[in-house]
């Protein structure tokens, strides 16, 4: 996206963008002013629209969304000329590895027609008392042939070398972006995105809804003990996956560490947030697991789950704090149910 207005527009369209964060509760850090200024200049009319359907749902536009939406409305256009410059790279590495196979190629038939020409020549010069200037001529452009074959082999092995480490950087680099905010095993959202969308939903005060799920794998520990940290690990994948199925927008779900999860609810009512966390304890209930070894199926997992509605006055922690109180009631009760903590 380009900026070409005058400094009079600009200031418009700054002014304008200014209240509609300010309505609408969105921190005011650089990324969300270059959204709303886009917003409010009508460049991007997709992104006018994902945020219209995004403050429909959220009633603000959470920072994680606001990240994604800046990468995907704002910053993919502006990095397009670095891209067109990477594939620009990889283009010309291709190239210069076709070149430099052709170029070995043509160097070997050369340097076997050499080979040839001064085989013939031996064959004539055998009966000459001294040898021909043009042999000694001919024998040093071989080997010189042969040299510059060599040279270019490497080369070749050094631009096959460049390509695999262009091929694994380009990964290295999509992991380090996916780890920043997701969690390796269960692909979920992890803690450091759980902390700030959290806050922000809190810093939002009692205007909307918003509701926490808190739920944990019962006698996780028994469990790897058990069946081992491998199959520990399935669990947690499969309640992972189902976490993924169950939680549409707006809910955000995430691993919250160990065997222990997370829903994030804005807009959602203690009772909805119950429907949520009863549905789930079914469809874990519900998991079978069959061991390779033996053969046998697992049947015996559960977990427990503990809600909590955000109140006037409440911190990050004191949410937290209640829905885990929620949580530990349900474990004391039985576990395998759901426990409300208001």
């Not at 886009?38 to 749902?57: C, F, I, M, R």
């Not at 920072?63 to 993919?76: A, G, P, T, Y």
């Not at 038939?109 to 085989?119: C, D, H, N, Q, V």
């Not at 009772?271 to 998991?287: F, G, P, S």
Request: aromatic share 6%; hydrophobic share 35%; charged share 25%.
């Amino acid at each position: 996206m380009k900026y070409n207005e005058t400094p009079n527009q600009a200031a418009d369209f700054l002014r304008q963008a200014v209240p509609l964060m300010v309505r609408n509760r969105i921190p005011p850090n650089p990324l969300n002013y270059a959204l709303w200024y886009a917003y409010v200049s009508n460049k991007v009319p997709e992104l006018n629209t994902a945020l219209d359907s995004t403050l429909k749902t959220y009633g603000t536009c959470p920072n994680l969304l606001s990240e994604q939406l800046f990468r995907q409305h704002l910053v993919d256009d502006e990095s397009k000329d670095s891209q067109e410059i990477h594939n620009g790279l990889v283009n010309l590495v291709n190239t210069l590895h076709e070149q430099t196979s052709a170029a070995c190629e043509q160097t070997d038939s050369y340097s076997a027609a050499l080979r040839e020409s001064l085989e013939a020549l031996s064959e004539l010069n055998e009966t000459e008392a001294d040898p021909l200037p043009l042999e000694s001529i001919i024998r040093t452009l071989s080997l010189k042939t042969e040299a510059i074959n060599d040279a270019t082999r490497l080369f070749q092995q050094q631009i096959d070398s460049a390509q695999s480490e262009i091929a694994a950087l380009r990964q290295e680099l999509q992991q380090t972006r996916q780890d920043a905010s997701l969690d390796v095993l269960t692909g979920l959202f992890n803690r450091r995105v759980f902390d700030t969308e959290l806050e922000q939903l809190v810093q939002l005060g009692d205007q909307q809804n918003l509701c926490l799920i808190m739920l944990d794998v019962d006698h996780f520990k028994r469990f790897n003990d058990t069946y081992g940290h491998l199959m520990g690990d399935k669990v947690l994948q499969y309640v992972g996956r189902l976490l993924k199925e169950e939680c549409t927008e707006p809910l955000i779900p995430v691993r919250f560490g160990g065997e222990e999860f997370a829903i994030l609810g804005p807009g959602f009512s203690i009772e909805q947030a119950v429907d949520v966390a009863e549905r789930l304890r079914k469809r874990v209930e519900a998991i079978r697991i069959r061991q390779k070894s033996s053969g046998s199926v697992i049947s015996s997992i559960t977990a427990s789950f503990g809600t909590a509605s955000f109140t006037a006055g409440d911190s990050s922690a004191s949410l937290i704090e209640r829905a885990d109180k929620a949580l530990y009631q349900a474990k004391q009760d039985g576990r395998n149910r759901v426990s409300s903590g208001s």
